[in-house]
């Protein structure tokens, strides 16, 4: 199981593959088994954002929610128990930030 990242110009077209990468600006797919494992030290109902990411499924984040999201990272990184986990969820304040920073743009969590 793992999660990956795309960082997208608009809304992704989640059910055509062509459409969605005319919107793909970035992509982050070597993390996605530490980030899976980061994010599933999350307890279901915490307060914040990113323990909405569906792991077996598809979660998008608009710039706001990437930018509330943001605020979490510091915690989640305190969650992590190996250092493959800390380097995904700093892949994903990367991300996050790009979003955050990018007016009309969406970050992808796509799960297996």
Known sequence: MGVELELHSGRPARNDWDKSRATLLRGS??????????????????????WWVDPYGNTVFNEQEAEAALREIDGLLEKCSSQVQRDAVKDLAVLLRCCAATPGSYLWFIGD
């Open 29 to 50: 797919y070597e993390h996605g088994k530490g980030l899976a494992q980061a994010l599933d030290r999350l307890a279901p109902n915490s307060p914040g954002k990113l």
